[in-house]
C-alpha cells in the first residue's frame, strides 16, 4: 500500500490550500483514512479523519469550522481543503489509512493508522 500526498505550499494568513492523498495497493472505500500533522519540534496530531462509508467525519478542535475532509472513491483518493489558513497551520502534513474500520473514538490516534504518506509542507506566512 501505498498513500502518496500533495497540495502543500507557501500562502499568506487567509488564503486557501487543498491537499491530496491517491492511494494504490488499497481500496479507500474499506479504509479509515485520515490527516496528521506535525510542526517542527511538536508531536504529529491528528488532523481530521473519515470513515470508510463517509458517514463519520472528525476534526480537531483547531480546525473545525475551516478545513474539510472528502473522498473520491472513483479516484481512490482523499482531500483536506483548507480554509482561512492560520500562521499556526504551519506544519508537515501527512496522510494515513487504517486497515480497519475504527470506532470514532480512536480516529485521531496514529497508532490505529498503518499506511503513511510522505508528507506535504504547508507554510502560513505574510
Known amino acids: 500500500v501505498q498513500l502518496q500526498a500533495s497540495g502543500g505550499g507557501l500562502v499568506q494568513p487567509g488564503n486557501s490550500l487543498r491537499l491530496s492523498c491517491k492511494a494504490s495497493g488499497t481500496n479507500l472505500d474499506y479504509n479509515t483514512v485520515g490527516w496528521f500533522r506535525q510542526a517542527p519540534g511538536k508531536d504529529r496530531e491528528a488532523v481530521s479523519a473519515?470513515?470508510?462509508?463517509?458517514?463519520?467525519?472528525w476534526y480537531s478542535n483547531s480546525v473545525k469550522g475551516r478545513f474539510t475532509i472528502s473522498k473520491d472513491s472513483a479516484k481512490n483518493t482523499f482531500f483536506l481543503q483548507m480554509n482561512n489558513l492560520q500562521p499556526e497551520d504551519t506544519a508537515v502534513y501527512f496522510c494515513?489509512?487504517?486497515?480497519?474500520?475504527?470506532?470514532?473514538?480512536?480516529?485521531?490516534?496514529?497508532?490505529?493508522?498503518?499506511?503513511w504518506g510522505q508528507g506535504t509542507q504547508v507554510t502560513v506566512s505574510s
Open positions: 473519515i470513515s470508510r462509508s463517509y458517514a463519520r467525519l
Open positions: 494515513a489509512a487504517s486497515r480497519y474500520t475504527l470506532i470514532t473514538s480512536t480516529y485521531s490516534q496514529k497508532t490505529q493508522y498503518h499506511y
